[in-house]
């Protein structure tokens, strides 16, 4: 086989500089970072908050078209299927001269986006309600939607109302451990009925509750459970979906009392334990009744 030819060494040294300079480049050059992703996070969570205060602040119908996009799939029994659904939707809330939206928290969950709200001028409720809504996200649209809702009342026998309290997400770092932490209580308090195990949970009476029926404290939150689930029964609260962001975890729970319910549960964990409760029980049709058939959970 023939030599290969020789490099001048002074080719040697320029070619060690382009490396170099490569190299330099390179490791200069920002790359994506944490901060980044949750900008664009950020931006799902504000998308849905427009969305929500184009239809019932502004009162525009068109916002359909523009922040939705088919093929849409509505839970909420109260809404037809599609886009066509929530137009008509967004049209009745457009003839509503009181209609208001004020949004308290947000929480963002991959594709998902929870909104603790209060609704103002909504048919069928005689003054204000208090609602959970989650919106799924593609290619920046949304393209799916559950939803419930109940009338707000005065505070609680602890002076807390369905929506006061702390709003900030924090210690996003710990999502996924606040995640795990509600789904075991939610299945060892409320759905196996270990009471005895509260303290796993929850630090004593340090437990804020903003529920209208229940006020602060852990006896008063055993009392209420014991009220609808009752021990060696089948479960009657059953836990369907999680969303979570840093500090808060939504739970929905299917309810199978009379009448059936659809429980959004907000909890606020603080080191480890939980801290804060927040509740809407959305009172679920007969089924006959319903606008779509996808469900509520």
């Known amino acids: 086989m023939p030599r290969a030819a020789r490099i001048p060494s002074q080719l040697w040294l320029i070619l060690a500089t382009l490396i170099g300079s490569t190299f330099l480049l390179s490791n200069l050059t920002p790359k994506p970072t944490k901060a980044a992703n949750h900008a664009d996070v950020a931006d799902l969570g504000a998308t849905a908050r427009q969305a929500v205060i184009e239809i019932f602040r502004n009162r525009d119908p068109t916002a359909i078209d523009r922040f939705f996009s088919e093929p849409f799939v509505q839970h909420d029994p109260d809404i037809a299927d ?4 929530l137009k008509a ?11 208001n939206v004020t949004i308290y928290r947000t929480l963002v969950d991959d594709d998902i986006v929870m909104l603790h709200s209060k609704y103002e001028g909504v048919r069928g409720f005689a003054g204000p309600v208090i609602a959970f809504d989650l919106f799924r996200f593609k290619g ?14 005065g505070p609680n026998l602890s002076g807390h109302t369905q929506v006061d309290g702390p709003t900030a997400v924090v210690d996003r770092d710990r999502t996924e451990a606040n995640r795990a932490l509600v789904r075991a209580f939610k299945q060892i308090v409320t759905v196996e009925l270990r009471f005895d195990r509260v303290d796993e949970f929850i630090d004593g009476d340090h437990y804020t509750q903003h529920a209208s029926k229940v006020g602060d404290g852990v006896a008063r939150m055993k009392s209420r459970v014991s009220e609808v689930a009752k021990p060696g029964a089948a479960p009657v609260l059953v836990p369907r979906r999680y969303v979570a962001e840093g500090n808060f975890v939504l739970a929905l729970v299917e309810a199978r009392t009379e009448p059936p319910t659809a429980n959004y549960d907000l909890f606020r964990v603080q080191n480890g334990k939980i801290a804060e409760h ?20």
């Open 89 to 99: 939707f967004a049209a009745d809330v457009a003839s509503s001269a009181t209609a």
């Open 278 to 297: 927040w509740d809407v029980l959305s009172p679920l049709p007969p089924r006959n009744q319903w606008k779509n058939a996808n469900g509520p959970f």
């Open 82 to 85: 599609g886009l066509s659904g």
């Open 140 to 153: 920046g649209k949304m393209v799916e939607h559950w939803g419930g809702q109940d009338a707000e009342v």
